[in-house]
């Protein structure tokens, strides 16, 4: 028998039996699905992460007075008994450090009140910042410009804008000039960064920027975790910058020789391996309870191919009377074992496929289709089908041919 027949006979049994088909195939469909669509989020959010989250680059890295990426509460706690970063800390960075390119200070308030006139948001975060700090995470003006240092330095009552602040406060008004209220604290527009769209269902448009010492002066200094964002000069710099960095803020600080830094240090690549170990649990639980469910499906095609072996009895005494081998038989029944695994795997590949699309445009969470996903995916499902198929297709190729052609159903 060529290996055509063969997957024709097996296609034709499984349209034959179409809700038995289904329901063999069940265990192989959902085992591959699952891998697929965890593969396809988990790589989605990766790099959606590293792009809109993020958002340092990988020339660029962070000083802090806790790391952001802390998940150890008793780490987290002695981190905060730290000394807070501060304007000094900065500028001794900024003057001293010359391997950086670029050197911003940075903190934020989660929640800010934004009104102007009778419109008002209560959930906009803001932002208080250096100009360099706008180089360094690539944040662009579309129109009006960015506040420059000359406004850090005489504590400017200047803000720079996201677009949902101007499409919510200042619909169909030129927002360049006008003035807004921050927590109560009025500020001139001077610009309006450009649309960034959402970052995991949260508005990334829906920010202000002032300047570093203006948002001091209206907040204070008082646990603002300031942070300190640096570039180095070229991706191959990244170490010796960071570690001229470490050195001008250790000695500012007085750690002693010897001891930990008092404060933490990330880059985009170590901020990232901490997110991917995460993500990268979640894959490894899925994965296991994929395996749980493809070995499921595998009993199942096992089951129902030996079920397959004592209805077709007859028919392979009859092919073994007229002349067919024991490797034919044999041939015809692993085939059609993996033709069923191979076809569950196909449909577990749309489904999986599916299943992220649609959360995709359901609730916004980023996916990306890897093509060693499907394959692997595919390739699983035919060891699957080898592996359980083996048993019955060895059934079958054992009979002995006097004793099917006598069976009855």
């Known amino acids: 028998m060529h290996i055509a027949e063969a997957i024709k006979i097996a296609l034709q049994s499984l349209w034959a039996n179409k809700l038995r088909s289904v329901l063999t195939l069940l265990g192989v469909v959902i085992g591959v699905a699952a891998v697929i669509a965890v593969v396809t989020f988990v790589n989605g959010i990766n790099g959606y992460v590293a792009d809109k989250v993020l958002n340092l680059g990988a020339d660029a890295f962070i000083m802090c007075k806790v790391s952001p990426a802390t998940t150890n509460i008793d780490k987290y706690l002695e981190g905060m008994k730290r000394k807070d970063l501060t304007m000094d800390d900065y500028r001794a960075v900024r003057d001293g450090c010359k391997l950086c390119q670029s050197v911003g200070a940075y903190a934020f308030k989660q929640t800010g009140h934004i009104k102007y006139g009778e419109h008002s948001l209560s959930d906009t975060r803001v932002w208080g910042m250096t100009p360099a700090v706008a180089v360094i995470r690539d944040v662009d003006i579309d129109i009006g410009r960015m506040f420059g240092e000359s406004d850090v330095e005489h504590d400017a009552p200047v803000v720079v804008i996201g677009t949902d602040i101007v499409d919510n406060l200042l619909p169909g008004v030129d927002p360049l000039g006008k003035e807004i209220r921050v927590d109560g604290w009025v500020y001139r527009v001077v610009g309006v960064g450009k649309k960034k769209g959402s970052t995991l269902g949260q508005s990334a448009d829906n920010y202000v920027f002032l300047p570093m010492t203006s948002w001091m002066k209206q907040y204070g200094t008082r646990d603002m975790n300031m942070r300190i964002a640096s570039k180095a000069a070229g991706e191959g710099l990244m170490d010796a910058t960071m570690d001229e960095a470490r050195v001008i803020v250790r000695a500012r600080r007085h750690d002693a020789p010897g001891q930990p830094d008092s404060f933490d240090m990330e880059n985009n690549a170590n901020l990232m391996s901490i997110f991917a170990d995460l993500t990268g649990t979640f894959?490894?639980?899925?994965?296991?309870?994929?395996?749980?469910?493809?070995?499921?499906?595998?009993?199942?095609?096992?089951?129902?191919?030996?079920?397959?072996?004592?209805?077709?009895?007859?028919?392979?005494?009859?092919?073994?009377?007229?002349?067919?081998?024991?490797?034919?038989?044999?041939?015809?029944?692993?085939?059609?074992?993996?033709?069923?695994?191979?076809?569950?795997?196909f449909l577990g590949v749309l489904l999986g496929v599916g299943v992220a699309k649609g959360v995709t445009l359901a609730v916004g969470l980023p996916s990306v289709i890897k093509l060693w996903a499907v394959f692997a995916g595919l390739m699983v499902a035919t060891s699957v089908g080898v592996f359980f198929g083996v048993y019955p297709a060895r059934k079958a190729a054992t009979l002995d041919p006097i004793a099917a052609l006598r069976f009855e159903m």
């Open 283 to 345: 894959f490894i639980a899925m994965v296991g309870i994929a395996a749980i469910s493809m070995v499921v499906g595998g009993i199942v095609i096992m089951n129902i191919m030996l079920v397959s072996v004592t209805e077709r009895t007859r028919e392979v005494g009859i092919r073994k009377a007229m002349g067919a081998k024991r490797r034919d038989v044999l041939l015809q029944f692993l085939i059609e074992a993996v033709t069923l695994a191979v076809f569950g795997g």
